[in-house]
Structures are given as structure tokens and as C-alpha cells.
């Protein structure tokens, strides 16, 4: 078994993975599976997930919460709508760095702006109803405190991605079978997920791919909705 679905299966999907359009992309992919780097990076299933979801989508707002190196960003990138924007939030300046070189590497520095700074401080300086799709993936201890400015900045009908929601399986024992100092995590993250999978706001599914991906709909977009 691997950490959240059996491993052989996990090893097929990932084969299948299509090399991104991106030299850039491509270029981290295998600098990473060369382990030649660490880089956190979302996981190839997840990638794919995502190049679905937004091309459905067709968004021109985007917002990330956690940019690392700007692997994310810049695939997100190839599905915005013509003159699409996307804001991506990051803390670490060694990430910034990294980040900066590879977005200007994509020639995407017009597409893709990088706010500097705690996601604690910078979310609170963006605008309401904005972004047509929200995709956290930063600190797993924070998504709940962030969850209500994530809902804030999304657009009725908006879409949130949230990345790692499963943490490695920890998520679905019992606290008493974790390590006590990954307790606060564990228990940030299941008021997380119960509060998406119950809020008046959202309607949410948990998917068992990657680390755990949950997908929330912001209600209000669709003219048969009350
Ligand atoms: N989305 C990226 C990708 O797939 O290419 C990976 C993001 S990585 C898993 C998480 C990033 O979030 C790290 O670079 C970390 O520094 C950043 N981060 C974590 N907590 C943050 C916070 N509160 N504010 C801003 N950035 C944060």
C-alpha cells in the first residue's frame, strides 16, 4: 500500500502522466523524480486532476495559496481564459527566489504575480467575489482559518481546490493513533474538512488521490440555486 491507495495502482496512474506542454514543467518533473531536488511540488495525478477541472472551468482569476517554486502556477497557467490573471500567495524567500526565476524562464511575469508575505496577512488584502478558482495548498494547520477568506475571495460558482487534505492517511484515524505532536494538525484538518463538507456555502467532496484532494463549489453561481 502507499501512504493514501495501493501503490501498483498509484505507480500505473502516474505512467500515464502526460509531460507537460511547459519545458519549465518538464524540467522540475524530472529534476524531481532524478531526486536531485526536493521541491514540494503538487503530485502528478493531482496535476492532471487539475488540467480537467480547469479546463471545465476556463478561469480567468486564479488564486494559490503557496506557490514554492511555481510549478503550479505555471501549469495553471496554460488553462486561463485570453488576459487570465493569476495571484499566487507565498511566505518563504528562498521559494520567491526560485519561483521569480522560473515564472520569468516561462515568460509568464504578466500573467503570474507573486505576493510576498504570510497568507495570514496577504489574503486579508484581496478583493471579495474575484477569483474564479481558489487552490490552497500551503500549511495544512492554517486551511481552516484561511477557509472563510477562501470563500470571501471566490466568485459564486467559483471552484476551491484544497491540496494534502488527507495527510499521508493520518487524517482518517482516531487522534489516539497519532503522534502527539502531529495531534494539531490532525485535528486542524478534520474540523477543516467537516466544516466544507457541511457549510450552508459550499458543496464539497474529498477525493483519495495524491495526498487527498477536496474540491468545494461556492454555492450562488447558478440561477436554480436558492
Ligand atoms: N503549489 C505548489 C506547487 O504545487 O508547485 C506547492 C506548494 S508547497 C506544498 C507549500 C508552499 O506554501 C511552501 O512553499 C510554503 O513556503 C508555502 N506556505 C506555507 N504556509 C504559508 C503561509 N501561511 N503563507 C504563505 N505561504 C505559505
Known sequence: MSEISYSYIVEYIRALHTVPNSS?????????ASEAETWPIIKPEVADFMRVQLSLIKPSTILEIGTAVGYSSILMSEYLNKNGKITT????PYMIQKATKNIKRAGLEKTIEIIEGDAVNTLLTLPSAHYDVVFMDCAKGQYINFLPECIRVLKPGGLLITDNVLHKGSVAKSRYLIDRRQRTTHSRLRDFLWTIMH???????????????????KIGGNTNES
Not at 483519495?208 to 474540491?215: C, F
Open 24 to 32: 519549465i514543467l518538464a524540467e522540475i518533473e524530472t529534476q524531481i
Open 89 to 92: 500567495l507565498e511566505r518563504f
Open 199 to 217: 457549510s450552508d456555502e459550499l458543496v464539497s467532496t474529498v477525493m483519495p488521490i495524491g495526498d487527498g484532494v477536496a474540491l468545494s463549489y
